[in-house]
C-alpha cells in the first residue's frame, strides 16, 4: 500500500480501474452494461424524445421485496417498463430434486413466505398421486382449516400494503394485529409463525391440540367485528375508493391470455376457483360462495379479496363443526419410493394457482420437479396493466395484483 | 506523574467537565464585566439610539431559538399521536413517555456525516436545507402569539407571509434539482407544481377576509375578533377558512398531499440524497411549516390570541398585587416561604405515615411546594398578564390544528398528482372566487359607502 496522494493534484492514469471506480461511482443508470440481447431490449433501451429512465427497485420502499422495475417515463407518465428479475433466486426446484421427498417440503415453504401452507400443499398432493396415499380424513379437515386461517393471514396483510403503498400508515398495523394473531394461532399448531413445514405426505405433523383450539375460538367469536372494523378504514375513505376505481384495468380476454388466477382472475368476472372447479381435498364437502366482481380494477381485485375472508370464516367453521376423529397420518414406508412417473396437483391459494409437476425416475429423490407460482404469472401481466398511468399507479397496480418477490423468483 | 495529573485522572467524565467549564465561565464572566466597565457608556448610548436594533436582534433570536423546540414538541406529537392511532405503543424510552426521543433525533442528524453524492451541485446542495428553513423562520416573525407579544407588527403582514412562505419552493427546487437523482427531481418538480398551483386558492381564499377587515397586519385582524367566539372570521368567512384550510395542507406538504415525499413512490422526494444536519433542516423546516399554517388559520379565523367569552367587566378578578411594589420583602418571601412551606407540606406525610423516612417526606413536600408554586404564579400570570393567557389560548386552538393534521396522516391515503391538481383548479380556485364575490357583494349590501 503506498500513501495516496493529496486530493487534487493526483496524477490519473487512465487504465487505472480504481481511478475509473472513483469517478463513476454513485452514477447508476438502469442500461444494462452489456449489449441488447433481443430486439425487445434494445427496444426498450432507447431513449425516444422526452423519456427518461427510472430504476424502480430492488431497493424500493414499495416492490414488495426485491423486485427491480426499469420504468420508462415521460413526465410522469409510465411509457414502458422492463422488470429485472432474479435478487431472491434460490434455486428451489432444483433443491428439490437434490432432496428426498420429505426433505423437498421445508424446501417448498419459503417460496412465498406469507402463504407458506399454499406453497407446501400442491407438492404434498403431487407425492401423494405418486405414492397412492390415502391420506386420512381428519387430515383433510385439518389441512383446510390451517390454509384457510394461512389465507386469510395473507389477505389481511394485502389490506394493509394495498393502503400502504397508497400513503395510508393506519391500515397496515390494524391488519398486523390480524395476521398476528393468526400467526400465533398457527404457532401453535404447527410450531412455526412463519414457515410452518406443516403438511406431511399422507397427513399433517401433528393434531390439533388444545392451545390452537383455544386461540382459535376466542379470535372467531370476534372475527368478524375485526374484520369489518379493518375495512371500514378503507372501503369508506372517499381517497382511496376514487384512486382505486378504474385503475388497472384488466379484462376476461387478456386475463385469460396471460394466465391470471385466484382473485385476480375473479375480479374480472370468472368464478374460477380450483376448489370447486378441480375439487381436492374435501372441498365438495364444504359450503361457500365463489365472490366474483365485473369491474377488473383495482379497486375489484381489493374487494374480491376482502369478500373471500368472509368465505374463509365460512369454511373455518364447518370444519371445525364437519371435523371426524381418527389418525392425522397414513401409514407410510419410512423410505418412500414412488414408481417411475409424473404428478401434477394444483390448489386454490390467496394469490392464485399453486401447482407443482413432479416427474420420478423410481429413486428417493423427484427427478425433475416443476412449481408453479402465480405471482409470478400475475406479475407479466403488470407490463400490460402499468404503461399509461403515473408513477403513483403504477405502485398501486403492483399491490392490487399482490405478488410475493419469493415466489416470483423460487 | 505529578500531583495534579494523578487528580485529574481520579475525577469522573463529569467532575472533568465541571472542572473545565467552571474556569472558563468565570473567565468568561469576568472578560465581560471588565468590557461593561470600560466600554459600558458608549454601548449602552448606541444601544439606546438604535432601539430597532437591539428589537430586531432580540426578535430574530426570539424566534429561531423558538423554531426547534416546536419541532421537537410537534414531531414527537406526530410519533405519539400516529402511534395510539395504529394501536403501537409509539416513543416511550427516551424521557417521561418519550418525548426526549424527537430531541435525541435532532443530536443524532447533528451527529450525522455531512455527505453529498457523486455528481451533485454542491453548492446548490448545502444552501437548499438553508433556504427552507429560513423561509419557515421568516415566516414566525410576523405571526401574532400574544397582546404585545409578535417579531413585527408589518402592515402587510400577511402578504409577507404569502411571499416569504413562496420561498420554500425554491428551497425544494433547488434540493430536488441538485441532488443528481430523477426521485428528487421528480419530487421537486412536484412540490413546485403542487405549491404553486395552490398557493392561488390559499390567497384568494383570505381576500374574502381582508375586504371585511381592511388590514393586512395580522395584529389588527386578531385585534378585529376581540369579544365573544361569534367575533371570529370562521362564522363570517366559512367557505374561506375552508378553502384557506385545505390549501394550507397542500402548502405544508402534510398527508393527503405530501406528494413531494410520497415515500412508496419516489422514495423520498427531494430529500432522497439528504442526510445528516441538511435532512435536519427539512424535516424541522415541516414541522415549524406546519406550526405556522395552524397558527396562521388561527390567527386569521379563530380569534388569534383572544379567549372564546369576553367576560363582563363586573366579573372581571383584578389582583392589584405587583410584585415589584413589595421591594426588599419580596427577597425575603423568596428566601423563606419555600422551606417553610416545604416543611409544612411535608409534615403531615412524616406525622401520618410511620413508615416514612424523613427524607421521602421531604421529597413529597418538595413536589407538592413546585406544583402549588407554579399553579399559584401561573395563575397570577394569567389573570393579570394579558400576554399570558393571550399566548396560551394562541398555543391552545393551535396544537389544536397541528394535532387535526397529526390526525390527518394518520388516517388518509395519499391523492394522485392529476387528482391533486384537478381539486386545486377546479374545485378549489372557483369556490375561492365565489366566496370573494359572494363577500365583496353581502358587504356593498349591507354596508354601502
Avoid at chain 1, 29 to 43: C, F, G, I, N, S
Avoid at chain 1, 337 to 364: I, N, W
Avoid at chain 2, 81 to 104: K, Q, T
Avoid at chain 2, 224 to 241: D, E, I, R, S
Amino acid at each position: 500500500m503506498t500513501a495516496a496522494p493529496p486530493h487534487g493534484q493526483r496524477e490519473a492514469p487512465s487504465d487505472d480501474p480504481r481511478v475509473q471506480l472513483d469517478q463513476d461511482a454513485g452514477v447508476f443508470e438502469p442500461v444494462p452494461p452489456y449489449p441488447p440481447r433481443t430486439e425487445r431490449e434494445a427496444e426498450f433501451y432507447t431513449l425516444g424524445d422526452g423519456e427518461m429512465f427510472i430504476n424502480m427497485g430492488p431497493q424500493h420502499p414499495s416492490t414488495h421485496g426485491v423486485l427491480r422495475i426499469v420504468l420508462k417515463l415521460e413526465g410522469e407518465v409510465v411509457v414502458d417498463l422492463d422488470p429485472v428479475l432474479g435478487y431472491l433466486h434460490r434455486g428451489v426446484e432444483k433443491l428439490c430434486e437434490n432432496a428426498d421427498y420429505h426433505h423437498s417440503i421445508a424446501y417448498l415453504d419459503p417460496l412465498e413466505y406469507i402463504s407458506s401452507l399454499f406453497c407446501e400443499w400442491p407438492g404434498v398432493l403431487a407425492f401423494e398421486k405418486l405414492l397412492d396415499v390415502q391420506v386420512p380424513r381428519r387430515a383433510e379437515y385439518i389441512r383446510v382449516l390451517s390454509t384457510e386461517l394461512n389465507r386469510i393471514l395473507s389477505h389481511s396483510l394485502f389490506m394493509g400494503w394495498m393502503a400502504l403503498d397508497l400513503g395510508g400508515l393506519t391500515p397496515i398495523l390494524w391488519s398486523f394485529i390480524e395476521r398476528d394473531e393468526i400467526a400465533e394461532m398457527l404457532a401453535a399448531l404447527t410450531g412455526q409463525r412463519l414457515l410452518y413445514n406443516y403438511l406431511r405426505i399422507g397427513g399433517v405433523n401433528g393434531d390439533i391440540n388444545h392451545e390452537f383450539m383455544s386461540r382459535l375460538g376466542d379470535w372467531m367469536s370476534r372475527a368478524t367485528n375485526q374484520i369489518e372494523n379493518n375495512l371500514g378504514l378503507l372501503n369508506q375513505n372517499e381517497i382511496f375508493v376514487r384512486r382505486m376505481r378504474g385503475l388497472g384495468k384488466l379484462d376476461k380476454e387478456t386475463a385469460f391470455r396471460m394466465a391470471v388466477t385466484g382473485p385476480n382472475l375473479r375480479a374480472t368476472g370468472v368464478p374460477l376457483d380450483f376448489r370447486r372447479a378441480h375439487p381436492y381435498s374435501v372441498f365438495p364437502e364444504l359450503e361457500f360462495d365463489i365472490p366474483t366482481r365485473d369491474e377488473g380494477d383495482c379497486l375489484a381485485r381489493y374487494l374480491v379479496r376482502m369478500d373471500e375472508i368472509k368465505q374463509s370464516l365460512r369454511i373455518i367453521d364447518q370444519c371445525i363443526h364437519k371435523m371426524p376423529d381418527g389418525p392425522v397420518m397414513a401409514k407410510l414406508p419410512r423410505l418412500l419410493r414412488p414408481r417411475p412417473g409424473r404428478a401434477y396437483a394444483a390448489v386454490e391459494g390467496p394469490r392464485g394457482q399453486y401447482a407443482a409437476y413432479v416427474v420420478s425416475d423410481g429413486t428417493d429423490q423427484p427427478f425433475r420437479m416443476r412449481i408453479h407460482d402465480p405471482s409470478f404469472v400475475h406479475l407479466q401481466s403488470v407490463g400490460v396493466l402499468m404503461p399509461g398511468h403515473l408513477i403513483a399507479d403504477a405502485m398501486a397496480v403492483m399491490a392490487s395484483l399482490d405478488p410475493i418477490m419469493g415466489g416470483v423468483d423460487k | 506523574m505529578t500531583a495534579v495529573a494523578r487528580s485529574w485522572g481520579r475525577l469522573t467524565l463529569a467532575g472533568k467537565i465541571l472542572f473545565t467549564v467552571i474556569p472558563i465561565l468565570l473567565l468568561l464572566t469576568a472578560g465581560l464585566v471588565l468590557v461593561v466597565v470600560l466600554f459600558g457608556k458608549p454601548i449602552v448610548d448606541f444601544l439606546a439610539a438604535n432601539i430597532w436594533l437591539v428589537r430586531f436582534i432580540v426578535a430574530a433570536s426570539a424566534v429561531l431559538l423558538m423554531s426547534v423546540p416546536t419541532a421537537f414538541l410537534i414531531i414527537y406529537m406526530e410519533m405519539k399521536v400516529i402511534a395510539l392511532m395504529n394501536l403501537r405503543i409509539g416513543p416511550d424510552r427516551v424521557g417521561p413517555f418519550g418525548s426526549l426521543l424527537s430531541v435525541v433525533h435532532g443530536l443524532k442528524v447533528l451527529m450525522k456525516e455531512d455527505f453529498s453524492p457523486t455528481g451533485s451541485d454542491r453548492l446548490v446542495f448545502t444552501l437548499a436545507p438553508v433556504v427552507v428553513y429560513m423561509s419557515a423562520v421568516m415566516s414566525l416573525l410576523v405571526l401574532p402569539f400574544a397582546p404585545g407579544l409578535f417579531g413585527a407588527d408589518i402592515n402587510i403582514g400577511l402578504l409577507y407571509l404569502f411571499a416569504v412562505g413562496g420561498l420554500t419552493v425554491v428551497g425544494l427546487l433547488m434540493a430536488g434539482w441538485s441532488s443528481f437523482n430523477k426521485y428528487s427531481l421528480l419530487g421537486g418538480l412536484r412540490s413546485a407544481a403542487q405549491v404553486v398551483s395552490y398557493e392561488i386558492p390559499l390567497t384568494l381564499s383570505v381576500v374574502g377576509l381582508l375586504i371585511l377587515t381592511g388590514t393586512m397586519s395580522l395584529n389588527q385582524i386578531s385585534l378585529n375578533q376581540a369579544g365573544w367566539f361569534t367575533n371570529w372570521y370562521v362564522f363570517q368567512q366559512p367557505l374561506g377558512a375552508l378553502i384557506f384550510f385545505i390549501a394550507a395542507t397542500a402548502e405544508g406538504n402534510r398527508t393527503p398531499f405530501d406528494l413531494t415525499e410520497a415515500d412508496s413512490e419516489i422514495v423520498a422526494g427531494f430529500a432522497t440524497e439528504y442526510s445528516g444536519m441538511r435532512f435536519g433542516f427539512f424535516f424541522f423546516a415541516e414541522y415549524v411549516n406546519v406550526f405556522i399554517v395552524s397558527g396562521l388559520f388561527v390567527a386569521l379565523f379563530l380569534g388569534g390570541w383572544n379567549a372564546p367569552i369576553a367576560w363582563p367587566e363586573a366579573w372581571a378578578i383584578h389582583l392589584t398585587f405587583d410584585p415589584g411594589s413589595t421591594g426588599m420583602g419580596l427577597l425575603f418571601a423568596l428566601l423563606l416561604v419555600p422551606p417553610i412551606l416545604i416543611l409544612a407540606l411535608a409534615a403531615p406525610f412524616y406525622v401520618g405515615r410511620s413508615s416514612l423516612p424523613w427524607w421521602q417526606a421531604l421529597i413529597i413536600g418538595f413536589v407538592l411546594f413546585n406544583v402549588l408554586a407554579i399553579v399559584v404564579v401561573g395563575g397570577w400570570a394569567f389573570i393579570s398578564l394579558d400576554w399570558v393567557a393571550g399566548l396560551l389560548w394562541f398555543l391552545g386552538k393551535t396544537y389544536l390544528f397541528v394535532f387535526t393534521f397529526v390526525w390527518m396522516r394518520g388516517t388518509l391515503p395519499r391523492v394522485r398528482i392529476d387528482q391533486l391538481m384537478g381539486f386545486a383548479w377546479k374545485w378549489l380556485l372557483p369556490a375561492s372566487l365565489l366566496n370573494l364575490f359572494v363577500t365583496a357583494l353581502a358587504v356593498i349590501v349591507i354596508n354601502p359607502r
